[in-house]
């Protein structure tokens, strides 16, 4: 409860940072000299404090960055700013879907709905903290597809619920080509996930991802058939899936579950417990499986329940 609490006046403080989202410094991007930092643009935002600082790092270490991170980073004042100026470019289609227009489309998203922003920092957080090969959370927001292409969904998400289902469909699809994770617009997915490595993710119309998810490459929430209606999975808090796994149908995986690499899961999976193979079982057994103390996705511990040895 008491967590509850603080994320609500987190999001609560958050939301004033975002309703007006400042618009990029065209002159100092055009000149590419990295502008003087002021405090002020990140007043209440650590997360965007962080990527500017760890940004400006790089760009001493590395002089040859500097144009590139003037660019898509310290040009701009706010996180929004940044990641619907980044998106664009690497989403838009020359003479089809011109980067400003999209750009412009990305941030009246990211205006109508603050609740975006604070997932895009849980996000960060959660690459961050889970993946050991994130040194730096601006590595995420540059680089990391995973990352990006749940960002991208989010907006489409929106789109979707608005009953645009044209631009949600042209992002979702250009997302797909980009970086190779199909994820449908009207896929529900809560904060604080990590897409790990995320090639050939998809997720299907009516699957939901609760919070604090992790999801390896390769993975599969799809339905079962030509069946209509709600068809696919619903995943739980703090759930960790393994890669190359394949969970088919409306089925339910409950909160700080774990499902070994390469599972295949048609059944429910209890919260807490661990489900590997084809198909998918129960370490334990089904009558008294081995109980998770934590949540497996914020170990991402893949292989401390096999008894296996060579």
């Given at each position: 409860?008491?967590?509850?609490?603080?994320?609500?006046?987190?999001?609560?403080?958050?939301?004033?940072?975002?309703?007006?989202?400042?618009?990029?410094?065209?002159?100092?991007?055009?000149?590419?000299?990295?502008?003087?930092?002021?405090?002020?643009?990140?007043?209440?935002?650590?997360?965007?404090?962080?990527?500017?600082?760890?940004?400006?790092?790089?760009?001493?270490?590395?002089?040859?960055?500097?144009?590139?991170?003037?660019?898509?980073?310290?040009?701009?004042?706010?996180?929004?700013?940044?990641?619907?100026?980044?998106?664009?470019?690497?989403?838009?289609?020359?003479?089809?879907?011109?980067?400003?227009?999209?750009?412009?489309?990305?941030?009246?998203?990211?205006?109508?709905?603050?609740e975006i922003g604070w997932s895009v920092r849980a996000d960060l957080r959660a690459a961050r903290d889970r993946d050991p090969a994130c040194a730096k959370m601006v590595h995420c927001f540059l680089y990391y597809k995973g990352f990006l292409a749940l960002q991208a969904h989010r907006v489409a998400h929106r789109l979707w619920?608005?009953?645009?289902?044209?631009?949600?469909?042209?992002?979702?699809?250009?997302?797909?080509?980009?970086?190779?994770?199909?994820?449908?617009?009207?896929?529900?997915?809560?904060?604080?996930?990590?897409?790990?490595?995320?090639?050939?993710?998809?997720?299907?119309?009516?699957?939901?991802?609760?919070?604090?998810?992790?999801?390896?490459?390769?993975?599969?929430?799809?339905?079962?058939?030509?069946?209509?209606?709600?068809?696919?999975?619903?995943?739980?808090?703090?759930?960790?899936?393994?890669?190359?796994?394949?969970?088919?149908?409306?089925?339910?995986?409950?909160?700080?579950?774990?499902?070994?690499?390469?599972?295949?899961?048609?059944?429910?999976?209890?919260?807490?417990?661990?489900?590997?193979?084809?198909?998918?079982?129960?370490?334990?057994?089904?009558?008294?499986?081995?109980?998770?103390?934590?949540?497996?996705?914020?170990?991402?511990?893949?292989?401390?329940?096999?008894?296996?040895?060579?």
């Amino acid at each position: 409860m008491a967590t509850c609490v603080e994320n609500c006046r987190a999001r609560a403080l958050f939301s004033k940072y975002v309703i007006n989202i400042p618009q990029p410094d065209v002159a100092n991007r055009s000149n590419c000299t990295i502008p003087a930092n002021d405090s002020s643009d990140a007043a209440g935002d650590d997360v965007w404090a962080r990527i500017q600082e760890e940004a400006r790092s790089d760009v001493e270490e590395e002089p040859v960055l500097q144009n590139y991170y003037v660019d898509l980073i310290l040009s701009h004042n706010s996180l929004e700013s940044a990641l619907a100026a980044h998106l664009a470019n690497r989403l838009s289609l020359s003479n089809l879907m011109p980067t400003n227009s999209l750009q412009e489309l990305l941030l009246s998203i990211f205006s109508k709905d603050p609740e975006i922003g604070w997932s895009v920092r849980a996000d960060l957080r959660a690459a961050r903290d889970r993946d050991p090969a994130c040194a730096k959370m601006v590595h995420c927001f540059l680089y990391y597809k995973g990352f990006l292409a749940l960002q991208a969904h989010r907006v489409a998400h929106r789109l979707w619920a608005e009953g645009r289902a044209a631009a949600a469909l042209l992002l979702q699809s250009r997302t797909s080509e980009v970086f190779a994770v199909d994820i449908h617009p009207g896929a529900r997915i809560g904060s604080g996930v990590l897409l790990d490595h995320a090639t050939g993710v998809v997720i299907g119309e009516t699957a939901v991802v609760g919070d604090d998810v992790s999801i390896l490459h390769g993975v599969t929430l799809g339905g079962t058939g030509k069946e209509r209606g709600d068809r696919h999975p619903k995943i739980g808090d703090g759930v960790l899936v393994g890669a190359g796994t394949q969970i088919l149908g409306n089925v339910e995986v409950g909160e700080g579950a774990k499902i070994g690499a390469g599972s295949v899961v048609l059944r429910a999976v209890p919260a807490r417990t661990t489900a590997v193979g084809n198909p998918a079982r129960l370490v334990g057994g089904k009558e008294n499986p081995v109980r998770l103390g934590r949540r497996a996705s914020l170990t991402m511990d893949h292989t401390s329940w096999s008894d296996y040895v060579i």
